[in-house]
């Protein structure tokens, strides 16, 4: 089962990311993301995916588009990786992303 959480406070957001980030899951979840990180926009947004199992470039593609949605002018930080996904991430997209582990 994936899942996409999105919790929001006054000064952030966090993302909370579980199972596979697929086709399906970010089809299912896109529209509803990007609404509720608008509203307030946070100046940090934090990627926990502690429980992510797998993703795919729609995956990815799903994770630069808020990352680049924030650039301008917020901190983007990706936490707590899976080893597959870690690799994927920082050898194919290390120069769009700042991460911490």
């Given at each position: 089962m994936s899942a996409i959480e999105v919790q929001?406070?006054?000064d952030g957001a966090?993302?909370?990311l579980t199972g596979r980030l697929d086709t399906e899951c970010v089809a299912q979840n896109w529209s509803?993301?990007?609404?509720?990180?608008?509203?307030?926009m946070p100046d940090e947004i934090t990627?926990?995916?502690?429980?992510l199992e797998?993703?795919?470039g729609a995956g990815i593609a799903f994770l630069l588009s808020i990352q680049r949605s924030q650039e301008d002018h917020k901190v983007f930080i990706f936490f707590s990786l899976c080893p597959s996904c870690s690799s994927w991430l920082k050898y194919g997209y290390r120069?769009?992303?700042?991460?911490?582990?």
């Open positions: 929001t406070k006054d966090l993302i909370k509803a993301v990007f609404l509720q990180l608008q509203r307030p990627v926990d995916a502690s429980g797998n993703l795919d120069f769009m992303i700042d991460f911490k582990e």
